[in-house]
Nanobody, 125 residues
């Protein structure tokens, strides 16, 4: 069955960096766009970054553009989120998600059919 397992979260000071990883299994990884979402306390879950199956196109939330980079290694069935210049407002649980469609990066939660368990990122000021 499909499994998505995130790792790499933690506590970091503002201005610091973290790299999240998502290990995927149970499907043909290179066929599907992948994305990262996040949910801060008291807020709805929001799209952060997405990448096509081949890794040729990416999409970002405006507030992380230029600071975060999404990448994937199809040989290792992993997707990463490189987070730089972190801000306290980036504090959230970060989730890896698999697109239900092979053909495009969507930002709506309903387009994603499998989710990881989440990893906590805390940025202190």
């Amino acid at each position: 069955q499909v499994q998505l397992v995130e790792s790499g979260g933690g506590l970091v000071q503002a201005g610091g960096s973290l790299r999240l990883a998502c290990a995927a299994s149970g499907f043909t990884f290179s066929d599907y766009p992948m994305a990262w979402f996040r949910q801060a306390p008291g807020k709805e879950r929001e799209f952060v970054a997405g990448i096509t199956g081949g890794g040729d196109r990416t999409s970002y939330l405006d507030s992380v553009e230029g600071r975060f980079i999404i990448s994937r290694d199809n040989a290792k069935n992993t997707v990463h989120l490189h987070m730089n210049s972190l801000k306290p407002e980036d504090t959230a649980v970060y989730y890896c998600a698999k697109s239900g469609s092979r053909y495009s990066i969507s930002r709506g939660e309903s387009f994603f059919d499998y989710w990881g368990q989440g990893t906590q990122v805390t940025v202190s000021s």
